[in-house]
């Protein structure tokens, strides 16, 4: 019996990989890359500010998240302004960017 050839499968490159910007996790999308770069020039401690800059929404609005999704964002009351951990930020909207993709693609296991 003659050796077959190896036919090597690889994933298309839409669905390439970066790591994640918390613990290297090789599942992680550029998304997650791609937000962190952008939080470069802010500090690891944001304010509410921050938070509606980054997000391009009014200042009431990131008071809002601040309220509302206060636990998920990380956002903590000091006085009364709010400090947002970036890490945090981050995580939040890499999560939330994983479950949309999830519902276009609910053929995709992670």
Request: charged share 25%.
């Amino acid at each position: 019996m003659e050796d077959q050839p190896i036919i090597e499968i690889s994933a298309p490159s839409s669905m390439a990989t970066a790591p994640n910007v918390e613990n290297n996790n090789p599942s992680a999308d550029f998304a997650a890359v791609e937000f962190q770069g952008i939080l470069d020039n802010y500090p690891d401690i944001l304010t509410a500010q921050d938070l509606a800059e980054i997000l391009r929404v009014n200042i009431k609005t990131a008071y809002g998240f601040c309220e509302e999704w206060g636990e998920q964002i990380g956002a903590k009351p000091v006085g009364r302004q709010y400090r947002i951990l970036k890490t945090a930020v981050i995580k939040w909207f890499t999560d939330a960017h994983r479950s949309e993709e999830r519902r276009k693609k609910p053929w995709v296991i992670e």
